[in-house]
């Protein structure tokens, strides 16, 4: 699918987040509005969060599909006892609350008010609680708590691995399953965009003076095999576990895991590696806002190519007839300015620039740009 592929899935987590804040704005905004009498405009604004909780849904929906699971850095310990903390009531409450919320429209449009009440003094702050923490558990992910900031003053006493490729940074961590030791527990590796695949390699120590038989080996939607060269691991010997990972669509650096036991020890671990694909071009800022009611001015998305290889931008078109987009050359194949200009900041709104590129990559050559009135 094309289409999917070409998406940049790093630029979602701040649109959910801005989703988020929006439906907590309208939330309180349509209490407010009830509570003052003003029913309509209560009506108005409600179904506006519902839309906007809605679209929140779809997105985290389709980010998750396409990255998998995003683990909080197990760097800051007391952090990430504060985030699993939020985040569970977060991920419950969020699953039931939606028939509720069914409920509590489908009573409103049937005008039986009193149940319209009852239910919504019980889903309200369920529903208020779930916009804030989501807010709250994007900071913590994306800018609170950076993997990179530990990674980087563990990686000044890290080692590279002679049998490891020269991408493959190896962090001296361990992961133990009994006997079986796991150097390293956790690794680090640069791929290029475009590459299709990254081979990983852990290798797995006995030291007891027994054979240990392998369980389990398996990862996510990410791993297209996982492999072991010595199965059982013979006592006193190191066996090579080999993971291939596909590649195609990630952007960024993500987090994917292979989960391994023994039968000796049942219980399973991770062997976790941090893969970085190496941008060919950043988009800044990826998401453009303007306030409600804010002076319509033009703002400026600064397309960057950060290969040595040019790429063009072919076409930029606004997805939205209520903002306007102008191309800039400010280097041919190397810098382009993309002018947004909304014709007014009354309404919100959510929208994208579809940008069209002559970059070879099948999955980089139309990325999009956001922008919003919130």
């Given at each position: 699918?094309?289409?999917?592929?070409?998406?940049?899935?790093?630029?979602?987590?701040?649109?959910n987040?801005?989703?988020?804040?929006?439906?907590?704005?309208?939330?309180?905004?349509?209490?407010?509005?009830?509570?003052?009498?003003?029913?309509?405009?209560?009506?108005?604004?409600?179904?506006?969060a519902?839309?906007?909780?809605?679209i929140?849904?779809?997105?985290?929906?389709?980010?998750?599909?396409?990255?998998?699971h995003?683990?909080?850095?197990?760097?800051?310990?007391?952090?990430?006892?504060?985030y699993?903390?939020?985040?569970?009531?977060?991920?419950?409450?969020?699953?039931?609350?939606?028939?509720?919320?069914?409920?509590?429209?489908?009573?409103?449009?049937?005008?039986?008010?009193?149940?319209?009440?009852?239910?919504?003094?019980?889903?309200?702050?369920?529903?208020?609680?779930v916009?804030?923490?989501?807010?709250v558990?994007?900071?913590?992910?994306?800018?609170?708590?950076?993997?990179?900031?530990?990674?980087?003053?563990?990686?000044?006493?890290?080692?590279?691995?002679?049998?490891?490729?020269?991408s493959q940074?190896?962090?001296?961590?361990e992961?133990?399953?009994?006997?079986?030791?796991?150097?390293p527990?956790?690794?680090?590796?640069?791929?290029?965009?475009?590459?299709?695949?990254?081979?990983?390699?852990?290798?797995?120590?006995?030291?007891?003076?027994?054979?240990?038989?392998?369980?389990?080996?398996e990862?996510?939607?990410?791993?297209?095999?996982?492999?072991?060269?010595?199965?059982?691991?013979p006592?006193?010997?190191?066996?090579i576990?080999?993971?291939?990972?596909?590649?195609?669509?990630?952007?960024?650096?993500?987090?994917?895991?292979?989960?391994?036991?023994?039968?000796?020890?049942?219980?399973?671990?991770?062997?976790?590696?941090?893969?970085?694909?190496t941008?060919?071009?950043?988009?800044?800022?990826?998401?453009?806002?303007?306030?409600?009611?804010?002076?319509?001015?033009?703002?400026?998305?600064?397309?960057?190519v950060?290969?040595?290889?040019?790429?063009?931008i072919?076409?930029?078109?606004?997805?939205?007839?209520?903002?306007?987009?102008e191309?800039?050359?400010?280097?041919?194949?190397?810098?382009?300015?993309?002018?947004l200009?909304?014709?007014?900041?009354?309404?919100?709104?959510?929208?994208?620039?579809?940008?069209?590129?002559?970059?070879?990559l099948?999955?980089?050559?139309?990325?999009?740009?956001?922008?919003s009135?919130?």
């Open positions: 699918m094309p289409i999917l592929a070409a998406i940049d899935y790093s630029v979602f987590p701040p649109i987040a801005a989703l988020n804040s929006l439906s907590c704005v309208l939330l309180i905004t349509g209490l407010i509005l009830i509570k003052s009498g003003r029913p309509r405009a209560h009506k108005v604004t409600m179904l506006a519902l839309v906007t909780s809605a929140f849904l779809g997105c985290y929906l389709f980010y998750h599909y396409g990255t998998g995003t683990e909080f850095p197990k760097e800051y310990p007391t952090a990430r006892k504060i699993l903390a939020i985040l569970l009531p977060h991920i419950v409450l969020a699953v039931v609350n939606l028939p509720f919320i069914i409920m509590l429209v489908v009573a409103a449009f049937r005008e039986k008010f009193e149940r319209h009440k009852k239910i919504a003094r019980i889903i309200f702050p369920s529903w208020l609680f916009s804030i923490t989501g807010v558990i994007y900071f913590m992910l994306y800018h609170w708590f950076l993997p990179g900031d530990a990674a980087a003053s563990t990686s000044e006493s890290s080692s590279i691995s002679e049998n490891a490729p020269a940074k190896v962090l001296e961590e992961m133990n399953l009994g006997d079986l030791i796991f150097r527990g956790f690794q680090s590796v640069k791929a290029r965009a475009g590459q299709e695949a990254v081979e990983v390699q852990f290798y797995g120590t006995n030291r007891s003076q027994s054979p240990i038989k392998m369980k389990m080996m990862s996510g939607c990410a791993c297209l095999s996982v492999t072991i060269d010595q199965d059982p691991v006592a006193g010997k190191t066996a576990l080999t993971g291939i990972f596909d590649t195609t669509k990630m952007r960024g650096s993500s987090d994917k895991k292979i989960l391994v036991s023994t039968e000796q020890h049942p219980q399973a671990k991770f062997l976790t590696t941090r893969i970085e694909i941008p060919v071009y950043m988009i800044e800022p990826s998401m453009t806002s303007w306030k409600i009611g804010e002076q319509p001015a033009s703002k400026t998305v600064k397309f960057r950060t290969r040595k290889e040019p790429i063009r072919l076409t930029a078109e606004s997805k939205r007839m209520e903002v306007t987009c191309v800039e050359v400010v280097e041919e194949g190397r810098a382009y300015n993309l002018h200009t909304p014709k007014g900041t009354e309404q919100a709104l959510l929208g994208i620039v579809r940008i069209e590129t002559d970059c070879e099948e999955h980089y050559a139309n990325p999009l740009a956001y922008f009135i919130k």
